[in-house]
């Protein structure tokens, strides 16, 4: 997205249009977010109260499978000249990031899960 995310323009532009519709088409699915200032913001909290939500407690990473797919990208990112070339390298990278390695990191939710209580909410080896 260009611009600033602002709590509005996270429900306007993704929760509303992909998010909403995406859950509404799993029974029993419980939505993850981190507490990112978007997230947290009463616009988006009270659009979300219709749906099931995994709380999140404060500084803990641990439990976001999808910072490693950040992670993974980030390594592969290529030197970009403008913000085109950056776009690009992201969406390709994207589409050919090995699903098998999202599919690790969801099955790894149960230990994750597991392992940040036993840590306290403190850090753990994810």
Not at 40 to 59: G, N
Not at 85 to 111: G, T
Request: charged fraction near 20%; proline fraction near 8%.
């Amino acid at each position: 997205m260009r611009g600033t995310l602002t709590g509005q323009r996270y429900v306007d532009d993704i929760l509303r249009p992909h998010v909403g519709p995406f859950l509404n088409s799993l029974p029993g699915a419980i939505f993850q977010q981190d507490n990112a200032r978007p997230h947290a913001a009463r616009v988006a909290q009270d659009f979300l109260h219709h749906f099931k939500t995994l709380p999140w407690t404060a500084r803990s990473p641990d439990l976001s499978p999808v910072e490693h797919v950040w992670d993974q990208l980030k390594r592969q990112m290529p030197s970009c000249h403008s913000v085109h070339d950056l776009e690009l390298a992201v969406q390709d990278l994207w589409v050919h990031l090995p699903q098998d390695n999202i599919r690790c990191l969801i099955n790894s939710m149960p230990d994750r899960v597991a392992a940040c209580i036993a840590a306290g909410g403190g850090s753990t080896r994810y």
